[in-house]
């Protein structure tokens, strides 16, 4: 897939507001240091579609972003501004939440985690939300760059063991350096076209 045009929709910070379309969305969500707006930088070819900043969780709304007048991104607000409750499945309250379970769009959410650490609790819990919701996933590990290879395919397995989920399900990425970018366009490709 090549992009060829991205450019920033909309942000949303109330329920009513979430898109109800059928334009096709694939959502990013993480805890808020895990490099987010970089790789989706990186995953569009620009440098300043999704606003980085050296203040870790910025993000507190639902930023829209359309990709190739075709699908969107939807770049969800940071762990560090869930609102943690006692059961793990209803951590997601608020706008992420009612945007996870109520967008008529939404087709994949990519977990981020930092693959130098072991998966938070957070982490765990929006894998067990997505599950217990029936919502598709993959995990993008992100800043591979700061490992060795060999060192990479270990932290994978780790992660993999750590979220209980097969490694296959697991993309290494760097939003520094592009790794992984052709594996996750190519999955939002063949998502799309099995949708058609």
């Not at 991205?6 to 949303?12: D, E, H, N, Q, W």
């Not at 609102?83 to 608020?94: E, I, M, P």
Request: hydrophobic share 40%.
């Amino acid at each position: 897939m090549i992009i060829k045009s991205a450019v920033y929709k909309t942000s949303v910070v109330e329920k009513s507001k979430i898109i109800q379309d059928d334009i096709p969305e694939f959502a990013f969500v993480g805890r808020s240091n895990v490099g987010k707006s970089s790789l989706i930088n990186m995953l569009a070819g620009q440098k300043r579609l999704a606003k980085t900043s050296s203040t870790a969780g910025l993000t507190k709304m639902v930023n829209y972003f359309d990709i190739n007048n075709e699908f969107r991104f939807v770049d969800l607000p940071g762990y560090g501004y869930a609102k943690v409750g006692k059961s793990h499945l209803d951590v997601w309250a608020g706008l992420m939440g009612e945007y996870l379970t109520g967008s008529q769009s939404l087709d994949t959410v990519f977990v981020l985690v930092d693959i130098r650490h072991e998966p938070s609790e957070l982490d765990k819990a929006m894998l067990e939300f997505l599950i217990y919701n029936q919502i598709p996933f993959m995990i993008l590990a992100t800043k591979v760059d700061k490992l060795s290879k060999a060192k990479q395919s270990v932290q994978k397995k780790m992660l993999a063991k750590g979220l209980n989920i097969r490694e296959e399900l697991i993309i290494l990425t760097s939003g520094e350096t592009g790794c992984g970018r052709d594996k996750v366009l190519e999955y939002i490709e063949n998502k799309i076209e099995a949708n058609r």
